[in-house]
């Protein structure tokens, strides 16, 4: 049985914000003209009442309020995706990693090529800080919501920009 999927739109300093739910559990976060978001019609039902308490902290974090999200996720992805999204939750509030460290970390040292692939296709950005990581230099590669966003987001976090 196919999961019952609901959505809503949010505004953020970042512009609106897509959430999707399945079954009631948060499965994406999207911006617009984010790379790799699906087709507006997978989302579902439009209905607020699973995202309250994801409204509730990503307006806390966009006030500087939060640091870590403690919300249910459903992550879907292959195996080794969700172990790169799982080790991306664990890169602290203001901290970068690059694409090598995580796939060290990762216990693959040479697969910093697939670690960035499957960054790249994290469902849930800015939940799941795939803005948090970087190249290999500290200089700023690819990111899905565009690299103004992952810019203003680092800056956001390192405390020196606030809305």
Aim: glycine content about 12%.
């Amino acid at each position: 049985m196919s999961p019952v999927k609901q959505h809503t739109v949010i505004d953020s300093p970042y512009g609106p914000l897509t959430l999707v739910a399945d079954d009631g559990v948060l499965s994406g976060l999207y911006m617009t003209e984010q790379r790799h978001r699906p087709p507006q019609e997978t989302f579902g039902e439009p209905d607020e009442r699973p995202f309250a308490e994801a409204e509730e902290q990503l307006t806390a974090y966009f006030e500087g309020e939060l640091k870590e999200f403690t919300l249910e996720l459903r992550l879907n992805g292959t195996p080794f995706q969700r172990t790169v999204w799982d080790q991306l939750r664990r890169i602290p509030y203001g901290e970068t990693r690059s694409y090598g460290e995580l796939a060290a970390a990762l216990g693959k040292p040479s697969a910093s090529r697939a670690v960035g692939l499957a960054n790249g296709r994290n469902p849930i950005g800015i939940i799941v800080p795939c803005h948090r990581v970087v190249g290999t230099d500290g200089n700023l590669t690819g990111y899905g919501g565009g690299l103004d966003r992952k810019q203003r987001l680092l800056d956001f976090e390192g405390g020196s920009a606030l809305f």
